[in-house]
Nanobody
Framework: QVQLVESGGGSVQAGGSLRLSCAAS????????VGWFRQAPGKEREFVSA????????YYTDSVKGRFTISRDNAKNTVYLQMNSLKFEDTAVYYC?????????????????WGQGTQVTVSS
């Protein structure tokens, strides 16, 4: 039982940066694995990044390695995605997702709690 709300999206030029936030409700936030996914028009929703319950183990899709950084502050019930050196192909709606008391999966179908999404638009 957790509710997720994304924020921090916007429009930025290629090479710029944005920081997305995922604010969660509930007293057991630290028990949830959290991931970020994105979906561009006409494309499948895809895995971007995820981290373990304690925040020490992180995972990234190859296309964002070295540019994006995922982190969490369990005391604030918040997960962040720092996005640097943004590219046009990063343009998508970004979703925060959570899974209770698990390893760190990378499949959309493995997560059962989802936020509403936040739009990221990168101009070339």
């Amino acid at each position: 039982q957790v509710q997720l709300v994304e924020s921090g999206g916007g429009s930025v030029q290629a090479g710029g940066s944005l920081r997305l936030s995922c604010a969660a409700s509930g007293r057991t936030f630290s028990s949830y694995v959290v991931g970020w996914f994105r979906q561009a028009p006409g494309k499948e929703r895809e895995f971007v990044s995820a981290l373990s319950r304690g925040g020490t183990a992180t995972y990234y899709t190859d296309s964002v390695k070295g540019r994006f950084t995922i982190s969490r502050d369990n005391a604030k019930n918040t997960v962040y995605l720092q996005m640097n050196s943004l590219k046009f192909e990063d343009t998508a709606v970004y979703y925060c997702a959570a899974l209770y008391n698990s390893y760190v999966p990378r499949r959309v179908s493995d997560y059962n709690y989802w936020g509403q999404g936040t739009q990221v638009t990168v101009s070339s």
